[in-house]
C-alpha cells in the first residue's frame, strides 16, 4: 500500500520534536450499498475510503492527524506539522526500528468476494424479503431493506518496528418491515452480518427473514401496552445482549477506566456479577461480524475473559491507555477508519453460556416480562444507568409466555442488573450491530442465552 522506506521517514519525522513512540494507519477501502423501499431501488451506491492516519504518543499524551493525500511531501508535512503539537524536553529523539512483518495469520477465510457478484443478485435477495414482509399481513404498509458490504485493506506500522498488513470482507443485510394501523406504528427487523464474502449471504434465507420481520412488527402493533412496574424480566439471547453490551462492556472499556469515568473502576479481582455470570469478549471468531485478525494497532486480537463466575477478571484495553494504567493491551484497539484515533473497543462481546435451559427459566416465573427482542437504547459508562426499549415483548404468566405487549422500556444500573441475573440459559446466541464511541463506528456482535433478572424496572404506558 505503501513504501516501507517511506513510511520509516514519516515515523521518524513525527518523533523528531521529542515523542516517544508514532503510528501511521493507512487504508483503502471499497464500500457498496443497495436500500429497497417497498420493492422498488431507491439508492445504489459505491465508494472507496483512501488515506492515512498519523499518530505520536508523549508519555500519555497523544496527537493524531490524517490525510487523503499519500504523496511523499503530504505525508511528511503531515508529520512535521503534528511533531510541532509535542511539547517534550527530551534530547535524543527516539529511533525507528527496523520493520518486521511477521505476517497475519489469517483465520477469517472468503470464498465469494462481495464485488464478484453481480447487483442484480444482491437486489433479487432484498426483493424476497420484501414480498414475503408484504404478503405476511395487510397491516404491513412499508418495507425498507438494504445490502451493504466493504473490503478493507490496512497497514499499519509503528516506530517499534512493526509493519502489519490485512483484508477485511464484510457484509451485512437489514430488512425491516413496518406495520401501521390508523393510530399506531410498529417496526420489526433483523439485521444479519459477517466477516467472510457473499457465501454467507446465499445461505441465508432472505424470505424467511422478510417474514420474521413482518411477524414482529405486526405482533407488536396488535398487542396490549405494557404495565408499569418492578418484576422480573426474562430476557432471551443474541438481541437481548445489546444490554450487556452497552451498560455493562462500555464500562469495561479503558477509554473510559483509565480516567476513572466507569463504575467499575478499581474492581478488578472483585465481584461484580451474580456467581452464574460469565462474560467474553472475543475477537478470533471465525467469519463473526466482530471478529478482526489484527485489531487497529496491529496486535493480535484475542479471546478476553472479562467476568468469571461473577468476577471482574479484565479490561478491554488499547496501546495509550495501557500506557496510563500500567497494563497490558488486550488486542482491543479499534476505530472506524483513518479520520480517527483508536481506543479501546468491544468486538464479539456476550454472556457465556449457563446450565439451566431456556424452557426452564419460562417455567420458573410465576410472574414477569419476557423482553424477545431488544431494541436501541442509551447509557451513561460512568454510572452504568441506562434504558433500553423492547422491540418484542410478553407477559409471563404462571410459568408461561401469555399475551403480548408494547411500549416497555427496561431502566436500571449494569452493575445492578449483573448481580441481580439469578438464572442463565443454554441457549447463547449473538446478533449484529455498529458500535459508536470516540473512535468512530465500529462492527460489533451483541449476545447471551436467556437470563433472568429478578427484579427490574420496567417503564410502561398501562
Known sequence: MLNPALVKDVLGEAVATGGDFSELFAENTRSESITMRNGIVEDSLSGITYGCGLRIFDGVNCVYA???????????????????????????????????????????PVKVPPFDVHRRDKIALLRSAHETSK??????????????????????????????????????AFIQAIASSDTEKQTGYTAPGTLSG???????????????????????????????GKFPVVIDNAFGGV??????????????????????????????????????????????????????????????????????????????????????????????SYRFAPT??????????GTTPAKDIIANTEYGLYAAKMGGGSVQPATGEFNFAVL?????????????VRGATLIG????????????????????????SSSGGVPTDVGQPMIRVKEMTVGGRK
Open 66 to 108: 490524517y490525510t487523503n493525500d499519500t504523496s511523499r511531501e503530504s505525508l511528511l508535512n503531515l508529520a512535521k506539522e503534528a511533531a510541532k503539537a509535542v511539547k517534550s524536553a527530551k534530547v535524543e529523539a527516539v529511533t525507528v526500528l527496523d520493520f518486521e512483518n511477521k505476517g497475519v495469520r489469517d483465520i477469517h
Open 135 to 172: 404478503a405476511y399481513d395487510e397491516a404491513v404498509t412499508q418495507t425498507v431493506n438494504t445490502f451493504g458490504g466493504s473490503v478493507q485493506n490496512v497497514l499499519i506500522a509503528n516506530s517499534k518496528g512493526l509493519w502489519a498488513e490485512d483484508t477485511r470482507t464484510r457484509g451485512r
Open 198 to 228: 457473499f457465501e454467507f449471504f446465499e445461505g441465508l434465507d432472505f424470505a424467511g427473514l422478510g417474514r420474521e420481520a413482518a411477524r414482529i412488527a405486526v405482533t407488536m402493533l396488535r398487542a396490549e401496552l405494557c404495565p408499569a
Open 243 to 336: 444490554i450487556f453490551h452497552e451498560a455493562c462492556g462500555h464500562s469495561l472499556e479503558a477509554t473510559g477506566v483509565a480516567k476513572g469515568a466507569s463504575e467499575f473502576c478499581g474492581k478488578l479481582g472483585q465481584k461484580i456479577a451474580a456467581d452464574c455470570v460469565s462474560a467474553v469478549d472475543d475477537g478470533t471468531i471465525p467469519n463473526a461480524w466482530g471478529s478482526l485478525n489484527i485489531d487497529d494497532e496491529g496486535e493480535p486480537t484475542r479471546k478476553n475473559i472479562l467476568i468469571e463466575n461473577g468476577v471482574l477478571k479484565t479490561y478491554l484495553i488499547d496501546k495509550l491507555n495501557a500506557k496510563k494504567m500500567g497494563m497490558d493491551i488486550t488486542g482491543s484497539g479499534r476505530r472506524e
Open 344 to 353: 479501546s473497543r468491544m468486538t464479539n462481546t456476550f454472556i457465556a453460556n
Open 392 to 404: 418484542e415483548g410478553y407477559m409471563i404468566r404462571g410459568g408461561k409466555i401469555a399475551e403480548p
Open 413 to 436: 444500573k449494569g452493575g445492578e442488573v449483573l448481580l441481580n441475573i439469578d438464572m442463565v440459559g443454554d441457549n447463547l446466541s449473538t446478533a449484529q450491530g455498529v458500535c459508536g
